[in-house]
């Protein structure tokens, strides 16, 4: 789960983001989030042939960077990969954005 809002949209995909529909959306944001986790990966030298598989459930918020308004997404996501808990994925990590948990079952 993202315990800090995740950042994902850059201008370009941005712009694709507003115009889609619900499942283009979507489909957007479950690449990206792929994409984020094969960066990291890639980060800290680790290769693979197999597939990432990702399931994704976001919501979408409005937050303030830089003084500006931008779109930031709450939520969690399954994946077919080990990640460590409180690493950043997606945009202004270093700012917090995008940092993880495993999710917690009670």
Known sequence: QFVNLWMALNQKNYLLY???????????????????????????????????LVQLKSYEKSTQFKGKRMIAFSGEFTANVLLPNYIGLGKSVARGFGTIEKYKHF
Do not use: A, C, R
Request: net charge neutral; hydrophobic share 30%.
């Open 18 to 52: 507003k115009q889609g529909n619900n499942e283009e959306k979507y489909l957007l944001l479950h690449s990206i989030i792929t994409g984020n986790i094969l960066s990291f990966y890639k980060g800290i030298g680790y290769n693979s042939d197999l597939p990432v």
